[in-house]
Every structure is written in structure tokens, then in C-alpha cells.
């Protein structure tokens, strides 16, 4: 099965500044990644995801970045706020049909710090 | 945008007794749902995918016989921790994707006394 690995656990910006997640997955058939955002005791909510026909995708402050031939994809957050403060999850799994399941990253805990 | 549902929102039971979580999609219909386990401070781990009309598929590890998962419509999933003991304390959450996205309930806080 899918196996997918997120760097760093926890990773602490001062405000202004760009925070990078990093995550890696191990099934090549793996076509979609989604990013959540979660807040304490909260449901995760999607940020931004990219398919894999796609390399990078950006919306306002937050980026996504996917090398499918290495096997990873990044969220880039330029110009941090504290309201930016939260566990962030990458995601992979199939992007065609509502049974395809997705496999976690181990999660960020990102502070933006004033 | 779609909304998922989840009742109750938390409850505490008795060691040995029998808890029921709700998951309903509300705006859109989902022959699949996904249960989840969030233990704190831990990521998102996928338990089982509830198929409407069909057995759930779980993931290795977990008990079907203690879990049972019901996907009676389809926007209506349910969870029962059978026998629940307190290592079974966790944040639940359910999610249905849509055509376009994964959506979230939630969750269900249990706590087992």
C-alpha cells in the first residue's frame, strides 16, 4: 500500500516568512495530493491539492509543488501569519472515482510567531 | 460547498458498553465513506471505507468484529465501537468525497471511563 512520509513534525517562522513541507510517497500509481489544514479539535480542511499532470499550483500565499519522477511534493506558505498557525497533512492517493482512499503524512505542527 | 456531518459530537461511555457515531454527506450522495482514528498529537489514520450497500473494507489492523461499520443510504454511514475499553479513546472523524474533493466531518470525540 501507500506509504507517505512528511518532514518537519514541527517547524516554527516568525511572521513575513516562509514556512516548506515536504512530503514523499512510495506508490507511483498514486495520482492526487491534497494538503490539509487542521486546527486543535477541528476537521481538517483542504487547502490546495494538485493532480499528477500538473507540476506546481498556486493560490494567493500557499503553493504546491510535485515531482512525480522523485516521488515528492511540497507546500510552500510565503508571507506567514498566525493565523497560519496549525498542524498541517500532505495526502496521496487516486484522483478518479469517489472510493479512491488516501494514505496521511505524520503531520506539521507549524507556529507563526509575531 | 459539500458538508458532511457527524453526531455526536463527543460522548464519554462506561468500559464494556457500545457506542454508535453517525456520519451523513448532506448535499451530496457518497456510496463510499472513510473512518478515520486521530489519536492527539498523531495523524490521520484510516480504519476502514464504508461501501453502501456492501461490507466495509478494513485496513490491517483494526477489528472488524469491534468496529462495525453500516452504510445503510447513501449519505448515512455509521461506527459502533462495540465493547469499548479506554484505549479506544480517540477523535473520530468520517469523510465522503465528492467528485471533487475529499470532505470531513467533524468528528467524534470518545472517551472511554
Known amino acids: 500500500g501507500e506509504n507517505v512520509e512528511q518532514h518537519p513534525s514541527t517547524l516554527s517562522v516568525q511572521e513575513g516568512d516562509s514556512a516548506v513541507i515536504k512530503c514523499t510517497y512510495s506508490d507511483s500509481a498514486s495520482n492526487y495530493f491534497p494538503w490539509y489544514k487542521q486546527e486543535l479539535g477541528k476537521r481538517p480542511q483542504l487547502i490546495i491539492d494538485i493532480r499528477s499532470n500538473v507540476g506546481e499550483k498556486k493560490d494567493q500565499r500557499i503553493a504546491v509543488t510535485l515531482n512525480k519522477t522523485a516521488k515528492h511534493f511540497s507546500l510552500h506558505i510565503t508571507e506567514t501569519q498566525p493565523e497560519d498557525s496549525a498542524v498541517y497533512f500532505c495526502?496521496?492517493?487516486?484522483?478518479?472515482?469517489?472510493?479512491?482512499?488516501?494514505?496521511f503524512g505524520t503531520g506539521t505542527r507549524l507556529q507563526v510567531t509575531l | 460547498g459539500a458538508v458532511v456531518s457527524q453526531h455526536p459530537s463527543w460522548v464519554i461511555c462506561k468500559s464494556g458498553t457500545s457506542v454508535k457515531i453517525e456520519c451523513r454527506s448532506l448535499?451530496?450522495?457518497?456510496?463510499?465513506m472513510f473512518w478515520y482514528r486521530q489519536f492527539p498529537k498523531q495523524s490521520l489514520m484510516l480504519m476502514a471505507t464504508s461501501n453502501e450497500g456492501s461490507k466495509a473494507t478494513y485496513e490491517q489492523g483494526v477489528e472488524k468484529d469491534k468496529f462495525l461499520i453500516n452504510h445503510a443510504s447513501l449519505t448515512l454511514s455509521t461506527l459502533t465501537v462495540t465493547s469499548a475499553h479506554p484505549e479506544d479513546s480517540s477523535f473520530y472523524i468520517c469523510s465522503a468525497r465528492s467528485l471533487v474533493e475529499q470532505y470531513f466531518g467533524p468528528g467524534t470525540r470518545l472517551t472511554v471511563t
Open positions: 495526502a496521496a492517493g487516486g484522483s478518479t472515482g469517489t472510493a479512491s482512499k488516501l494514505t
Open positions: 448535499d451530496f450522495q457518497a456510496t463510499t
